[in-house]
């Protein structure tokens, strides 16, 4: 079975640029989810989508992040503009449906804002 | 506000020894809970998990304890291995379904010396 596939893994941008990161998530997986890791802390929820339906973007900084996931399937997160403090790791993350509790993570993608 | 919290950073257990890692949490309506491994430059992969009906699960050398009144929970990993060096993160949820999101802590990087 393959595993929740992200790219890319490794970006650097200067700040007021623009990014965009991919994500695959296993087949058949109907929860999706983006999560933030800055450096030292735990990953941090961003966006939660059921299907291709926005369940949860609370801590989503909707000013210049933005996430869709078009038929259900993979999803695009933007950044744009983006700032010093957005450097860390994206992982984007999939259940087969919301409450098991049990999400597989992609490898992440790096972004490094400087 | 940290609602989960990992007060070690970092652990280092002799090959062969128990290894605890520790978990606190302050909100009252997390009923599920999880351990998550890291290696570096991998996403998390999940390794064990506890709901709140229960006080104790097992999984091959992998225990996690549940202390309801305290707020606390451990993972002991008896006999530790080498390769079991790596970030470990807790991991909390309320509710099911749709509703439910993970909570994480900040990590313990765990070292397991020969």
């Known amino acids: ?114 | 506000d940290q609602q989960v919290k990992q007060n070690s950073p970092s652990l280092s257990v002799q090959e062969g020894r128990i290894s605890i890692l520790n978990c606190d949490y302050t909100n009252s309506m997390f009923d599920y809970f999880l351990w998550y491994k890291k290696y570096p430059a991998e996403g998390p992969t999940f390794l064990i998990s506890i709901s709140s009906i229960k006080d104790k699960n097992e999984d091959g050398r992998f225990t996690v304890f549940l202390n309801k009144s305290a707020k606390h929970l451990s993972l002991h990993i008896v006999p530790s291995q080498p390769g079991d060096s790596a970030v470990y993160f807790c991991a909390a949820s309320a509710g099911t379904g749709t509703a439910s999101k993970l909570t994480f802590g900040t990590g313990t990087r765990l070292q397991v010396t020969l």
């Open chain 1, 1 to 114: 079975e393959a595993g929740v596939a992200q790219s890319p893994r490794y970006k650097i941008i200067e700040k007021r640029q623009s990014v965009a990161f991919w994500c695959n998530p296993i087949s058949g997986h109907a929860t999706l989810y983006w999560y933030q890791q800055i450096l030292g802390q735990g990953p941090k929820l961003l966006i939660q989508f059921q299907n291709n339906g926005v369940v949860d973007d609370s801590q989503l900084p909707k000013d210049r992040f933005s996430a869709e996931r078009l038929k259900g399937v993979d999803s695009t997160l933007k950044i744009q503009p983006a700032k010093l403090e957005d450097s860390a790791v994206y992982l984007c993350a999939s259940s087969l449906w919301a409450g098991t509790g049990e999400l597989f993570f992609g490898e992440g993608s790096r972004l490094t804002v400087l």
